[in-house]
C-alpha cells in the first residue's frame, strides 16, 4: 500500500469539507481541533487535548485520538463519536448538521517519531544528501555512517546492530561511478542483522537510492535480510541533488511497515481520510507553503519537550533539521551540558548560584511536566529557551548548506572572495519571517517574551517579522493541505499565525550610549516619533497587524542595515500584537561579562519593552 | 485537561508487581510456568552473535576483487582458528608468498567478489537472564523470555543509575532528614542496599564504592556530584546503563531533600530484608522509573493481578510539591478548585491547595504537586 493507495474512497471525499477533525498524536500528548466552515471561510473553533496512549497498559494510539476528540465534543455541543468510531460524513444534508466531521486527518510523532539510520560513501556529500533526505521525510537521524566516517568496519557494524532504527536510507555512488564502497556499506548492514525498533516478525525497511548500477549487488546482499525499496539516485550527479524520490519512498514505507508496527496505528490509518504524516513532515509542508505563497524567505523553530526542529526556506530551497536532544523538558538538562551554564547565565537578570541552578534544571528534567511558578523560575526557563533555540539553529546551518564537494567556477573577480562549496543557506539579512512555534513560544504569558526570545536566540539582521503559532496547530494544518488547501489556508492565516511584529536591528557594534542611528518611524495616524537610537537601547513602538508605519533610519558609520555602513534606509513595515522593534543592541550580540553590568542591562533591556510584569 | 496531574511515585507496604525479563534476541527459556524463581536464577539463555570483522583481501594480496576466490584456504561457513591462513597467493619465487591469517577465531561469514573483503565472524557470546526478583514464573514468552511476579513491598525513585542488583536492605542514618555521610558506612555493609535520608555527598559515593556496596537509596544529591560520579553531564534521563560500582536511587530528586516520611518508615520496617533494586530510568514515553522491591517471603504463587485505575486527584490525597519555590514538601489536597487561577508568572492554571502538615495552604499549580501512590 502506498501512501497515494491508502484510503482510496477518503482520500478524495465527493462531499464538501465543511467539517473537519484533526488531530496530532504527540509523544505525550495527543491534540485534535475542530475546523468549521463559517460563511465562506474556515476556522478553527475548538480543541482539546489528552494524553496520548501508544505506551502500556493501553498500547493503542486511538483511545486518546478518542479521548481527545470527546473533549471537543463535551465543548462543542456536536456529536462526532458513535462508541470507537468516527461519524463521516457529517449530517447536515440530513438535517442534523451537529452530527459528524465531513473527514478526519491526522499527524504522529508519538513512540519517538520515524527513527532512521542514513549511510552515505562521503561523509559530507552523499551522507548529508542522504541525511537531509530523510530529516525532510520527517526522520530523526541516529546516526549517518560513512566509509569515510572514520569508524573502523567492525565498529560500523555494531553501531548499525545496536542502534535498532525503523528505517535505514543508503546512499552513495553517482551513477555510472564505482559501486565498490556503497557495496561494502551494504556488506556492513547485512552483517549487523539490523533489527527494527518495533515488531520481532518483521523485516527492517530500507531505502536504496544510491549509485544505480550497484543496485543488483545491493538486492543480492540485502534483499532476503531487509525490506528493501530502490529510489532514484539522490545524487544522480555530483553537482545535482535529487531528494523527492527517497522521501516519497521514506513516507510510503513509514505507512506501510513502520506505523503498520506501532500500537493501534491500524486503526488509526482506518481511520483517517489521509494519510497519517510524521508531525514534522507535516509542519514543512505548512512552512514551505508559506514561502511560496508569499515569495519570502523564512526560518520556522518548532520547540519541542524534547527535540527542537527547524525548518527554513531560502530562495524557494527548503531545509529541515531536528535537534533531537534539544528541549525544554526532557532534554533540557542537555541544553545546560551542551550550551554550558555561562552562556544559559547570561540570559538571566538575577544572580544565582551555579548549584541551584544545576539542581533546579535537572529537577525539571526529571519531572519534565511542571510548570514554572515563580516569576524568576519562568525566567530561568526563557534563558534555556533562548540557548536551546540559538543551538538548534547553529545545527541547522551546518546542514542547510549548498552541495559539498561540487567544483565551482572561478572568475579573477573571486579570487579575493574565498568561497567554498557548501556554504550555508541560511543569510540572516535576507531572512524575512520567523515563525515560532512549541510550547515555551505558544504559551509565554506575554507574547513579547516569545518575540524577544526568538530575537535574542537568532540575532536576525535588518528588517524581520516575526510571528508564533498559536495553539500549535500548524502540524494539522500542514496534513489538512493535502486534502483541501483552503481549508488550511484559511485557518493558517486567521486562526494560527499570531503576527507578533517587526524586528530592525543594524549590523556593527559600538559603545554603550554611542549613536546607532537616527530614526524617523511615520505611525498610521500620522504622528511621526523622531529619535536617536544609541548601541545598547531597545525601543519598542506600538503599531497592530492591520498598520503598517514608515521607518527611515540614518546609521552611524559603525551600522549598516543592509545598504552598506552609515547608509540611510527607508522601509514600509506592518507591526503584530506586540508592535515595532528598534534593536540597536548591535549585531553581533555581545553581553557584559561582568556580573552585575551584565544584570544591570538586561534589566534595563526587559524594562524597556515591558518584557516581565513591573516591580522584578 | 482530566488529568492535569502529574501520575505519582508508589510507594506501598503489599502488592504485586510483575516483571518481563525479555531476552535482546530469540532464544530459550528455562523455567516454567509456575516455578519459583530467586533473583539470581538463569530464567532464560540466547546466544548473542559474534563480532564481526572484516578484512579486505584483494587489498592485502594486491589483486582484483573477482579473483579472490582463487586465492582462499577457507571458504564461505568455514570455522577458523587464529593464525589460520585465509588465502594466499601462489607466486613463483617462495619468499614474495603473502599469507593473509586469520585475526580471530570463528567462522568464515561471507566472501564478495565486488569489494574482495572477507567477513570473519566471532563465536556466539551466551547471554543469562536473570530472574531479577524472587517470586514465581506467571507467564512465559516462547523463545523470548518470561514475566515474574512477586507478591511485595514496593517504593519508586524518581531517578537513579546503574542496572539490577539484589542486596540486604540496611539503614544508614536514623531519620529521613539526616545526610548519609561516609563515616555512616562500614565494611560489614559489603554487598548491601544502604538507605540514606536527605543527601549523599560525593565522598559517601566514593566510600560506597571502595566497600563494594551494591546499591544506595536517599532522597537527594547534587547534580555536580552526578557529574563528578558519571565523568559527563547527563544530558537526557535514560539510565540504567552506567557502572559506577553501586546502584544509586533517588527518591524525591536534585538538591537536599529529606526522604518523604512514609518512604523512610517502610524502608525502615524491612532492614535487614532482601531488596532487588533498579536504577534504570527513562523519562519519555513509556515512563521507566527505578524501584525497590521487597519480596515477602512465603510461597511464591501466581495470582491474578487487579490494578485500581485512579480517577483523578481526590480531596485528601497526599501529594507532593515537585517544583520551586516549595519543591519536596509533603502535604494533603485540601482544595480542588475548578477555574483557572493566574499564578506569579501571570499564566493562567489549574490549581490545587494543600494543607501542609503545620496547618499552612498554599495554591500550587495542578502540574506541579506529585501524588503519592499507593496509600
Known amino acids: 500500500m502506498t501512501a497515494a493507495q491508502q484510503s482510496p474512497a477518503t482520500s478524495n471525499p465527493t462531499h464538501p469539507l465543511n467539517v473537519i477533525v484533526a488531530t496530532d498524536c504527540g509523544s505525550t500528548t495527543t491534540k485534535a481541533i475542530l475546523i468549521e466552515k463559517v460563511g465562506n471561510e474556515y476556522r478553527q473553533t475548538y480543541r482539546g487535548e489528552a494524553p496520548t496512549t501508544v505506551e502500556a497498559p493501553f498500547e493503542d494510539v486511538t483511545r486518546g485520538v478518542l479521548n481527545a476528540i470527546a473533549e471537543i465534543e463535551e465543548l462543542s455541543g456536536r456529536t462526532i463519536l458513535d462508541g470507537d468510531r468516527i461519524i463521516t460524513p457529517n449530517q447536515a444534508a440530513q438535517g442534523d448538521p451537529k452530527r459528524g466531521v465531513d473527514i478526519y486527518v491526522s499527524t504522529s510523532s508519538a513512540g519517538g517519531g520515524l527513527q532512521m539510520m542514513v549511510t552515505g560513501v562521503v561523509q559530507n556529500m552523499t551522507g548529508e544528501s542522504a541525511q537531509r533526505a530523510a530529516l525532510g521525510a520527517g526522520a530523526i537521524v541516529i546516526d549517518v555512517l560513512a566509509s569515510n566516517d572514520g569508524r573502523l568496519p567492525y565498529e560500523k557494524i555494531e553501531r548499525i546492530r545496536t542502534m535498532r532504527p525503523d528505517m535505514i536510507l543508503m546512499s552513495g ?192 528534567m526529571v519531572r519534565p511536566t511542571t510548570i514554572p511558578q515563580s516569576l524568576d523560575e519562568l525566567q530561568i526557563e526563557h534563558a534555556i529557551a533562548r540557548e536551546a533555540l540559538r543551538l538548534a539553529l547553529i545545527h541547522h546551518k551546518s546542514l542547510a548548506t549548498g552541495l559539498k564537494g561540487v567544483q565551482q567556477e572561478r572568475t579573477i573577480s573571486d579570487v579575493f572572495e574565498q568561497r567554498t562549496s557548501g556554504k550555508t543557506l541560511i543569510d540572516l539579512l535576507k531572512l524575512d519571517l520567523i515563525v515560532g512555534s512549541g510550547g515555551i513560544l505558544s504559551h509565554a ?130 507591526g503584530g500584537v506586540v508592535g515595532l522593534m528598534l534593536d540597536g543592541r548591535g549585531r553581533p550580540l555581545q553581553l557584559p561579562t561582568e556580573q552585575a553590568a551584565r544584570v544591570a542591562m538586561l534589566t534595563k533591556w526587559y524594562q524597556a519593552v515591558g518584557l516581565y510584569p513591573k516591580g522584578n | 485537561m482530566a488529568h492535569s496531574y502529574t501520575p505519582g511515585l508508589t510507594v506501598t507496604e503489599r502488592t504485586t508487581v510483575r516483571r518481563r525479563r525479555i531476552l535482546p534476541l530469540p532464544g530459550s527459556v528455562l523455567v516454567q510456568v509456575g516455578d519459583s524463581v530467586r533473583a539470581d536464577t538463569a530464567v532464560a539463555r540466547a546466544e548473542l552473535p559474534g563480532k564481526v570483522v572484516p578484512l579486505n583481501l584483494a587489498n592485502q594480496l594486491g589483486i582484483a576483487p573477482d579473483e579472490i576466490n582463487d586465492y582462499l584456504v577457507k571458504k564461505e561457513q568455514d570455522s577458523v582458528q587464529k593464525d589460520d591462513v585465509l588465502a594466499e597467493n601462489k607466486p613463483f619465487i617462495k619468499w614474495l608468498k603473502t599469507e593473509i591469517r586469520s585475526p580471530i577465531t570463528g567462522k568464515v561469514e561471507s566472501v564478495s567478489t565486488i569489494t574482495g573483503q572477507i567477513l570473519l565472524r566471532e563465536p556466539p557470546r551466551v547471554l543469562e537472564l536473570r530472574g531479577y526478583i524472587d517470586g514465581a514464573v506467571a507467564e512465559v514468552h516462547p523463545d523470548q523470555g518470561v514475566t515474574v511476579e512477586s507478591t511485595c513491598s514496593l517504593v519508586q525513585g524518581i531517578f537513579g543509575i546503574g542496572g539490577e542488583t539484589s542486596g540486604e536492605l540496611v539503614m544508614g542514618v536514623k531519620a529521613p532528614d539526616q545526610p548519609l555521610l561516609p563515616e555512616q558506612l562500614n565494611p560489614s555493609m559489603k554487598g548491601k542496599v544502604v538507605v540514606g535520608g536527605a543527601f549523599l555527598p560525593a565522598a559517601t559515593m566514593a566510600r560506597a564504592k571502595e566497600l563494594g556496596i551494591v546499591g544506595l537509596v536517599v532522597g537527594g544529591i547534587h547534580d555536580k556530584d552526578l557529574r563528578a560520579l558519571l565523568g559527563y553531564d547527563l544530558g537526557v534521563a535514560i539510565t540504567g546503563t552506567e557502572q559506577v560500582g553501586f546502584t544509586l536511587i533517588l527518591t524525591e530528586g536534585f538538591g537536599t531533600i529529606p526522604m518523604a516520611p512514609k518512604t523512610f518508615a517502610l524502608l525502615s520496617a524491612h532492614a535487614g530484608q532482601k531488596a532487588s533494586i533498579s536504577g534504570a530510568t527513562q523519562i519519555r514515553a513509556g515512563v521507566i522509573r527505578p524501584e525497590i522491591i521487597i519480596p515477602h517471603s512465603g510461597p511464591a504463587a501466581v495470582t491474578k493481578v487487579a490494578q485500581a485505575e485512579r480517577e483523578g486527584i481526590q480531596l485528601g490525597d497526599p501529594v507532593r510539591v515537585i517544583r520551586d519555590p516549595l519543591f519536596g514538601k509533603i502535604g494533603a489536597v485540601s482544595g480542588l478548585p475548578s477555574e483557572l487561577r493566574a499564578i506569579p508568572t501571570e499564566s493562567e492554571v489549574r490549581v490545587l491547595e494543600v494543607r501542609f502538615p503545620d496547618g499552612t495552604t498554599t495554591v500550587v499549580p495542578r502540574a506541579n504537586i506529585e501524588v503519592i501512590e499507593g496509600a
Open chain 1, 173 to 364: 555512488g553517482t551513477d555510472g561511478g564505482a559501486v565498490t564502497h556503497v557495496v561494502e556499506m551494504a556488506e556492513y548492514i547485512a552483517a549487523a542483522e539490523p533489527r527494527p525498533r518495533f515488531g520481532s516478525t518483521y523485516r527492517l525497511p530500507l531505502v536504496y537510492a544510491g549509485n544505480k548500477d550497484a543496485q543488483p549487488q545491493v538486492n543480492k546482499i540485502l534483499g532476503e535480510k531487509t525490506a528493501l525499496e530502490f529510489a532514484d539516485n539522490i545524487r544522480p550527479v555530483l553537482e545535482r541533488e535529487n531528494l523527492a524520490p527517497a522521501r516519497n519512498k521514506i513516507h510510503d514505507l513509514f505507512l506501510e511497515h513502520v506505523m503498520q508496527q506501532a500500537p493501534g496505528y491500524k486503526k488509526l490509518i482506518e481511520m483517517a481520510g489521509a494519510p497519517i504524516m510524521p508531525t514534522p513532515a507535516a509542519v514543512g509542508v505548512i512552512m514551505e507553503t508559506i514561502a511560496k505563497r508569499e515569495g519570502i524567505n523564512l526560518i520556522g523553530v518548532d520547540i519541542g519537550g524534547a527535540t527542537t526542529d527547524v525548518f527554513s526556506v531560502f530562495g524557494g530551497l527548503f531545509n529541515r533539521t531536528v535537534s533531537a536532544n534539544l528541549g525544554m523538558s526532557y532534554s533540557i538538562s542537555n541544553v545546560l551540558a551542551e550550551a554550558g551554564l555561562e552562556n544559559i547565565m547570561r540570559w538571566v537578570p538575577f544572580t544565582i548560584d551555579e548549584q541551584t541552578l544545576r539542581n533546579r534544571i535537572k529537577n525539571k
Open chain 1, 445 to 574: 504569558p506575554r507574547r513579547i517574551q516569545s518575540m524577544l526570545m526568538m530575537v535574542d536566540a537568532y540575532e536576525p539582521l535588518g528588517v524581520t517579522t516575526l510571528s508564533v503559532d498559536s495553539i500549535f496547530m500548524m502540524p494539522h494544518l500542514g496534513v489538512l493541505s493535502t486534502v483541501n488547501e483552503q481549508a488550511a489556508t484559511d485557518v493558517f492565516v486567521r486562526d494560527c499565525m499570531v503576527y507578533l511584529g517587526t524586528c530592525i536591528a543594524p549590523i556593527g557594534q559600538g559603545k554603550d550610549g554611542e549613536r546607532c542611528a537616527d530614526y524617523e518611524v511615520a505611525l498610521p495616524d500620522g504622528r511621526i516619533e523622531k529619535g536617536t537610537l544609541a548601541f545598547g537601547d531597545l525601543k519598542l513602538f506600538s503599531l497592530t497587524r492591520d498598520q503598517q508605519a514608515t521607518v527611515t533610519l540614518q546609521p552611524s558609520k559603525q551600522a549598516d542595515l543592509g545598504e552598506g555602513p552609515g547608509q540611510s534606509f527607508t522601509r514600509t513595515v506592518k
